[in-house]
Each structure stands twice: as structure tokens, then as C-alpha cells.
């Protein structure tokens, strides 16, 4: 069975910082992982997906992620903190296959940035 | 494309009153899921549907039932309401292609049952 852990239900930084948002998966094959931002009372977006291409991720709004499968981790970062990035950010994991595909999440991370 | 829709919004129950939530897409994606989302829990899968015509459960199922009316359109049932299912209830939709794994979300319910 696949899992997900997000350490630390709250970050909290600086504008202008680094952002660190950690992720480890459990999964017994090959994963795909993404990274989902939820903005306050609306829907997941996806920021940026693993798909085992390249093990550094580009997504969105500056935002990186890097597969280390030794590690089983796909960390989230961001070298500079907005304002904007204010949000709930959500780890998941997948498994590949066919019909019985299913995203199992983490319980996210809530990222707070101060002025 | 309007992608994932959802309605209503938001709603308020009695305990043991039922409702449908409905959910669609416009992507002509073969997969469809509902999930609750609950704080500090992340998001539950309840049930999903792969393709037309099936459906299956997910991780929380109990008090739901769900109805893929056809390939646009996969309904979210609460028979009986009760407290806690008080919560938010995101539907996705996911294509079939070859290399294409991501859920697109719609914008949720807010259901709370009194």
C-alpha cells in the first residue's frame, strides 16, 4: 500500500525566504508524486508532478521539487517566499496502472508567510 | 471548458435528511472520484469510477453512495445525513492517456449536517 507523510502541519516564514515543505512516500513500485496547492476555499491546482523523468521538478509560481529515491522524498521549495504563497500544499502519491489508479494524499502542509 | 463543476456550493442538512451532490466535467476524461476533505486529514478518497459504468470504493465509502450517470457526470449520495459528514467534498477527473496521471479538481462543496 502506498502513504504519504508531510512533516509539519504548519510553516511558517518570511517574505523573501526559503520555503521548505517536506514530503516522504511509502510505495512498493515505481511512483508518481505530485505537489497540489489548495488557496483558501477553493479546489487542489496542481503545482508540479514526478513522473520519472528528470528527479527535479519545475512547476508553478517558482516552485521546485526533487525525487530522491533513497530518501523517499520529493521535498517542495521555493527560494523566495511571496506573499502570494500564502496556502495549503499537499503531497500525493500514485501508483501506475491502468483502471485502479487512485492519488493517496498526505495531510498537508499549511504555509504561512509573514511581512 | 469550464473543466470540473460542482453543485451546490454549500448546504446545510438535518441529521437524516439525504441529498445528492453533483459533479461534472467537460474534458471528456474516462475517470471520475469524490473525495471529503476533513482538517488535519488531508483528502479521503470515497469512491471513484474509472470509466463508465463502474464504480468502486475508496478509503471512507460508509454512508455514501455514488452514480456515474454517464461520462460528463458522477453523483456523490448521502442517504441518511449525520454529523459527521460535515464536511468539504471535492469531485476529480482524470484522462486515460498514456502518461497523463493528473486529477483536476473541481472548486468543492461545504456541506455541514446539523
Known amino acids: 500500500a502506498q502513504s504519504v507523510t508531510q512533516l509539519g502541519s504548519h510553516v511558517s516564514v518570511s517574505e523573501g525566504a526559503l520555503v521548505l515543505l517536506r514530503c516522504n512516500y511509502s510505495s512498493s513500485v515505481p511512483p508518481y508524486l505530485f505537489w497540489y496547492v489548495q488557496y483558501p476555499n477553493q479546489g487542489l491546482q496542481l503545482l508540479l508532478k514526478?513522473?520519472?523523468?528528470?528527479?527535479l521538478v519545475k512547476g508553478i509560481n517558482g516552485f521546485e521539487a526533487e525525487f530522491k529515491k533513497s530518501e523517499t522524498s520529493f521535498h517542495l521549495t521555493k527560494p523566495s517566499a511571496h506573499m502570494s504563497d500564502a496556502a495549503e500544499y499537499f503531497c500525493?502519491?500514485?501508483?501506475?496502472?491502468?483502471?485502479?489508479?487512485?492519488?493517496?494524499f498526505g495531510k498537508g502542509t499549511l504555509l504561512t508567510v509573514n511581512p | 471548458n469550464a473543466g470540473v463543476t460542482q453543485t451546490p456550493k454549500f448546504q446545510v442538512l438535518k441529521t437524516g435528511q439525504s441529498m445528492t451532490l453533483q459533479c461534472a466535467q467537460d474534458?471528456?476524461?474516462?475517470?471520475m472520484y469524490w473525495y471529503r476533505q476533513d482538517p488535519g486529514m488531508g483528502l479521503r478518497l470515497i469512491y471513484y469510477s474509472a470509466s463508465e459504468g463502474t464504480t468502486d470504493k475508496g478509503e471512507v465509502p460508509n454512508g455514501y453512495n455514488v452514480s456515474r450517470l454517464n461520462k460528463r457526470e458522477f453523483s456523490l449520495r448521502l442517504e441518511s445525513a449525520a454529523p459527521s459528514q460535515t464536511s468539504v467534498y471535492f469531485c476529480?477527473?482524470?484522462?486515460?492517456?498514456?502518461?497523463?496521471?493528473?486529477?483536476?479538481f473541481g472548486p468543492g462543496t461545504r456541506l455541514t449536517v446539523l
Open positions: 500525493a502519491v500514485s501508483t501506475s496502472g491502468g483502471s485502479n489508479y487512485k492519488l493517496t
Open positions: 514526478y513522473t520519472s523523468a528528470a528527479t
Open positions: 474534458m471528456n476524461h474516462n475517470s
Open positions: 476529480a477527473s482524470r484522462s486515460r492517456l498514456a502518461g497523463n496521471n493528473e486529477q483536476f
